[in-house]
């Protein structure tokens, strides 16, 4: 019964796209051509299993990844570096069953080496107190508020600061050891594209 947080893979969009659309109102639905740029464009993208089956995903940009997120860009807005979790969905029938905190513990562990605030936002609109308590004690705070535009969704603006990086930072300066636990970026399809070309 362990969760396996993994690399996603390109034939899995489609139960992805499925998983993101049935999450209701706290997640904006997204279609399979956004789907498929997020998939080409982001810096961390996973998913997660238990007892073999996908019951979630996360995708996240660095700062200077040049995400097209309105949350994203009021965060660039206010913040020079950082992380973003541009979204998190897990299986309803799995929600309280520990794959938000595994995802948390993975994303968290992936940027706490490389950049100094986690951030993400979670909207106001509806009944989301749960998924504002749980961030809260994940230890993010707001920082503002953003009116997502054609949406007129209020989103509450969330950071946690990542106590390891400027440690990291000053002992290893830009460049980390290698080290398979660190994990490494996913190299967006775009990139992979320019490179061949």
């Not at 949350?71 to 998190?88: G, K, Q, V």
């Not at 897990?90 to 968290?108: K, L």
């Not at 230890?139 to 990542?162: C, N, Y």
């Not at 000053?170 to 050891?177: D, I, R, S, V």
Request: net charge negative; aromatic share 12%; charged share 25%.
């Amino acid at each position: 019964m362990s969760i396996v947080v993994r690399d996603v893979h390109a034939h899995e969009l489609d139960s992805i796209l499925e998983l993101n659309n049935a999450a209701g109102p706290s997640i904006l639905p997204l279609d399979a051509a956004r789907l498929r740029h997020l998939h080409d464009t982001a810096e961390y993208f996973r998913v997660a299993e238990r007892d073999g089956a996908m019951v979630g995903f996360l995708i996240g940009f660095g700062a200077g990844s040049g995400h097209d997120s309105s949350n994203f860009r009021w965060f660039e807005s206010h913040h020079p570096d950082f992380f973003y979790i541009d979204r998190i969905v897990v299986a309803s029938r799995r929600r309280g069953g520990g794959v938000g905190r595994a995802f948390y513990a993975d994303v968290q562990s992936y940027a706490e080496v490389r950049f100094p605030l986690l951030t993400c936002e979670v909207f106001l609109e509806h009944d989301n107190d749960p998924v504002r308590l749980f961030h809260g004690s994940f230890g993010f705070r707001e920082v503002g508020q953003h009116v997502m535009p054609g949406t007129d969704i209020r989103a509450s603006m969330l950071v946690k600061d990542l106590c390891s990086y400027a440690w990291v930072r000053e002992t290893y300066g830009g460049t980390l050891p290698d080290e398979p636990w660190l994990g490494r970026p996913r190299v967006p399809a775009r990139n992979t594209e320019e490179t061949q070309a």
